[in-house]
């Protein structure tokens, strides 16, 4: 390759780690953030289930 | 019997108290001249906060201990110098409103019907000049220590204004950031993590210009008056903030 | 909920609904974004070449640098993070004016998504950083001014960690909230403003093509959006989470 073309794109790939790295690493914390959200979700519900259960089972038998 | 049927025609009845309600500036003075009474009397704010700045200052000493050159100190003078500040103001706040909390003082002051920003007012007053008479002793000790080998600038009285815009803002704020964490678990740390970052500008400015006041520089606009100009922003705009909020912590 | 009380914002109601739409239109423009950074906006210039070349029928003149396109998402990340700063600090004074508990819940989630989109500032500020000029941080006025806000909003989860009555926690979180408002532009102007050769003020960006005012413009309403989704995700587990909890304490009671 002509000298100077490389030397246009010399930076290119040394900078493409870095580059990759933040992108990557952006969308790693958003993953983990929407995962902990999701499942605080989850926890939420099964404790909605066993609260309705013991209402159930508070509340006396109709009739 | 006279003063009673006095009363009585005044209207307010047989035991009102005969005096009208002080005005905000005569209840900050009061509450600013029990301060500084408590202080003169005991002086343990100013010892302790003393003790430690000599401390700090020994600590330096053992910090710069392979800086020979008289011109890297020189240079390093102002931020050495506000980093004692600092670490001797967040000392002295953390410990403002020890005395209120202990002997309950607190609660009769809330009961009085006051404004309750006079009480911010009075304990930020009383702050600076704790701060400011802790730095009466510091600055020439710290000169003493590390700035007599080479000569100072001119311009080195000039460090009086960065030096006061500083400690107003500092104690401003940490005195609002004192009533917040005055009742949390672990309130030293408390309140360091919330006053470090919060008066990192103004720790910025101040440090700029005293720095160029020290050494001396040829772009004075530049260095000294332009940062000394934002920290009274910072001032006047943080101390109205805490002004108007202040109602809502300390009643909390 | 009382007829005569103001309104006060709540989980499933109709923001939840462009909630989904939101993310989805983010995460498409987030993308469009990302890929006109690297195949539409000009590479910027960098250090000045021996001699010029002709490359595609255009004159080059400097070394082309791929290293600017995380700034592409750097800026927005960072104009969100202090958006949702923004509204945590609306929703403090709402608290403080009414003393309604509600508003400290939405406080406390805007502060969450501010806190998210200030790391993702952070870490793609500092790979920038990391590349342009060789070092792991630079003492720059706008990662210093971010440094200072992640350092203030972590400052406020640990307030509201170590104070237990709910009431006096809402008031000291939303007084914290405003005080940081204030503070952040401040230090901002403040670091930007007053000239120091360790603060090196990187104007780089300042002058943008309209290509790269197109990306910029894309990527930041994009990451507007997905915060949005995030924000009413997040507000309705924590709305779910209070009433359980509410539930809990009837059921003891």
Request: glycine residues 6%; aromatic residues 10%; contains cysteine.
């Amino acid at each position: 390759m002509n000298p100077i073309l490389a030397d246009i794109y010399s930076t290119v790939i040394p900078s493409a780690l870095f580059v990759i790295a933040a992108y990557v690493l952006v969308w790693a914390v958003l993953l983990i953030y929407v995962i902990k959200v999701v499942r605080g979700l989850k926890k939420t519900e099964e404790q909605i289930a066993v609260l309705e259960e013991a209402v159930r089972a508070s509340r006396p038998p109709q009739g | 019997m006279a003063r009673l049927t006095r009363q009585m025609r005044q209207g307010g009845g047989p035991f009102a108290p005969s005096v009208s309600k002080p005005s905000a500036f005569q209840q900050y003075k009061t509450l600013l001249a029990k301060d500084l009474r408590q202080e003169f009397r005991t002086r343990e704010m100013l010892t302790s906060m003393g003790i430690y700045a000599l401390l700090v200052i020994i600590v330096y000493g053992a910090a710069l201990a392979l800086t020979a050159n008289g011109l890297d100190i020189m240079r390093m003078g102002g931020g050495l110098l506000w980093v004692l500040i600092v670490f001797t103001s967040l000392l002295g706040l953390g410990r403002s409103f020890a005395h209120e909390k202990e002997q309950g003082c607190m609660e009769g002051i809330m009961l009085v019907p006051l404004d309750r920003s006079v009480i911010f007012l009075a304990k930020a007053t009383a702050n600076i000049l704790f701060l400011l008479a802790v730095e009466i002793i510091a600055v020439p000790l710290f000169y003493f220590f590390f700035m007599s080998g080479e000569p100072v600038a001119p311009t080195f009285p000039a460090i009086v204004a960065p030096l006061l815009l500083g400690t107003v803002g500092m104690a401003g704020i940490g005195t609002m950031l004192s009533t917040i964490t005055m009742n949390t678990r672990a309130k030293d740390v408390m309140l360091a993590v919330l006053f470090i970052p919060l008066i990192y500008p103004l720790l910025y400015a101040c440090v700029t210009a005293t720095t160029v006041a020290i050494t001396g520089t040829e772009f004075w606009i530049d260095f000294f008056v332009m940062p000394l100009v934002l920290a009274c922003g910072y001032d006047v705009v943080m101390l109205l903030v805490c002004w108007v909020l202040y109602d809502f912590v300390v009643s909390a | 909920m009382s007829k005569g009380k103001a309104r006060v914002p709540e989980a499933g109601q109709w923001p939840d609904r462009l909630a989904i739409p939101a993310l989805a239109a983010g995460t498409v423009l987030t993308s469009a974004a990302f890929l006109l950074a690297f195949l539409y906006a000009a590479p910027v210039n960098g250090a000045a070449l021996d001699a010029p070349e002709l490359v595609g029928g255009v004159m080059v003149t400097h070394q082309q640098l791929i290293s600017q396109k995380i700034f592409y998402f750097h800026m927005p990340v960072a104009i969100v993070s202090f958006a949702a700063l923004a509204f945590a600090a609306y929703y403090g004074i709402r608290y403080l004016s009414t003393r309604e508990a509600r508003f400290d819940t939405c406080s406390r989630v805007a502060m969450e998504i501010s806190l998210l989109f200030v790391v993702f500032t952070m870490v793609t500020g500092d790979l920038w950083t990391r590349f342009e000029w060789g070092v792991w941080w630079t003492w720059e006025p706008r990662l210093t001014t971010y440094l200072i806000l992640m350092l203030i909003v972590i400052a406020y989860f640990v307030m509201r960690n170590a104070v237990d009555d709910p009431e006096r926690r809402a008031v000291f979180a939303s007084v914290i909230s405003i005080i940081a408002l204030v503070d952040v532009p401040i230090c901002f102007m403040i670091t930007r403003l007053i000239p120091s050769s360790v603060h090196p003020v990187i104007t780089r960006e300042g002058g943008m093509a309209p290509d790269m005012a197109l990306t910029v413009v894309v990527a930041l309403v994009g990451m507007m959006l997905v915060a949005f989704g995030l924000y009413r995700l997040r507000f309705r587990e924590a709305r779910l989470e209070e009433r359980v909890q509410a539930l809990k304490e009837q059921l003891d009671g």
